[in-house]
Structure formats: structure tokens, C-alpha cells
Nanobody, 115 residues
Framework: QVQLVESGGGLVQPGGSLRLSCAAS????????MGWYRQAPGKQRELVAI???????NYADSVKGRFTISRDNAKNTVSLQMNSLKPEDTAVYYC?????????WGQGTQVTVSS
């Protein structure tokens, strides 16, 4: 049973930084891609950033230049460094892992950007 467990969310002031981490456990499964999505109250879940096993990345326009995604294939972990945070970045952030036949999700971690 594969589980993705996020950590690192919290409350931060506008302009601040947070680092989210996600670790996969329960299997030696290798993910084709790992990423981060977010869902704000009353809005649909949206892609924030994604990284392939080869290291190619893609970011939502709203976070380009502020967020950086990275992964450690050997440890099956993915991280999201978030800088220059804005109130509109407030959301529940979900880790995502795309396997050969199934997509896996973490339980989510709250990020709140507020003064």
C-alpha cells in the first residue's frame, strides 16, 4: 500500500518562505512524475508544479519564479520550496505521484499566508 505523506505546511506572513516535503512509503514503486497541487476554499484543485523522473519541470504561471520543485528518486521524495509567498497562495497543498497504472495522493497540508 503506497502512501504519500506531506509535511512543512503552516502559517507564514506575505513575502515569507515555506518548504513542503512529501515522502512515499509502503512500496519500492518508482513514480514517472511527482508533483504538487493545491486547492483553495471554493476553488478547484490546480496544478502547482510537477517534475518527471528525468528532472523536467513544469510550473503554474502564478508560481513561476517563486516556487521550486525538486525530487530525490532514490528516496522517493519530492519537495516544494515556496518563496515570496502571497495571500493568494493560501490553500491545502497535495502531493501527487504518478505510477505506471495508478495515481497517488497525499492527505494534504495547509499553507496559510496572512499578516
Amino acid at each position: 500500500q503506497v502512501q504519500l505523506v506531506e509535511s512543512g505546511g503552516g502559517l507564514v506572513q506575505p513575502g515569507g518562505s515555506l518548504r513542503l516535503s512529501c515522502a512515499a512509503s509502503g512500496s519500492k514503486l518508482s513514480f514517472n512524475a511527482m508533483g504538487w497541487y493545491r486547492q483553495a476554499p471554493g476553488k478547484q484543485r490546480e496544478l502547482v508544479a510537477i517534475i518527471t523522473s528525468g528532472g523536467s519541470t513544469n510550473y503554474a504561471d502564478s508560481v513561476k519564479g517563486r516556487f521550486t520543485i525538486s525530487r530525490d528518486n532514490a528516496k522517493n521524495t519530492v519537495s516544494l520550496q515556496m518563496n515570496s509567498l502571497k495571500p493568494e497562495d493560501t490553500a491545502v497543498y497535495y502531493c501527487n505521484g504518478v505510477g505506471l497504472i495508478k495515481t497517488y495522493w497525499g492527505q494534504g497540508t495547509q499553507v496559510t499566508v496572512s499578516s
